[in-house]
């Protein structure tokens, strides 16, 4: 019972303040969303939460408007897992519910370093503050997309040593024979 108390009062508090917390367990659930154990004190913790990272805005992986948004989307979700990987100390400040009440906003700090600021100078995010959302332009996401597809998206591999393979008209024309010898070749 005095836990259930506990708990049902640092939510009420969480509420209505802005908090710091650690967090752990991070998963990348997109490039502005993630999901983890946040660690309120007291033996509490909230697992599995949703969160959505303050300050910025990065392409869509689910309610995308192109195929482009969605590769842009990917790509940065993947980057945002990259450093997740690097990073070792995970707080979440100025922590509350968002608007909706299901899942807690705030600004995610890597090592000491928020991740706006890391992925807005690199283009890879724009500045949000909760506005109406502006669509992505073209030249944006190519530019997401430019600058991590070389480094996420596997290269295309070509064969160096591959013998000549005949064309089908070749073929058709009779220039070349199937004879064993030929073959082995």
Known sequence: MKKLFTIILLGLSFATFAYDYKLENVTVTDG???????????N???YKQSIRLL?????E?????SKL????????????????????NFEIKGAKWDKYGNRIAG???????????????????????????????TEELQYIVDKLAPEFE??????????????IRTILAG?????????MK
């Open 44 to 46: 509490v913790a909230l």
């Open 175 to 183: 220039q070349v024979s199937f004879s064993p010898s030929t073959m």
């Open 107 to 137: 600004y995610m700090y890597l090592d000491g370093e928020e991740l706006g600021q890391i992925l807005i100078p690199l283009k890879f995010a724009r500045e949000y503050h909760g506005e109406k959302k502006k669509p992505w332009t």
């Open 55 to 59: 300050g910025f805005d990065t392409p």
């Open 69 to 88: 948004e969605l590769r842009a989307g990917l790509l940065v979700t993947l980057y945002v897992q990259k450093l997740r990987d690097a990073a070792k």
């Open 61 to 65: 992986t689910l309610h995308y408007k």
């Open 32 to 42: 502005d969303t993630v999901k983890a154990t946040v660690i309120m004190g007291l």
């Open 154 to 167: 596997p290269k295309k591999k070509t064969i160096s040593n591959a013998p000549s393979v005949p064309s």
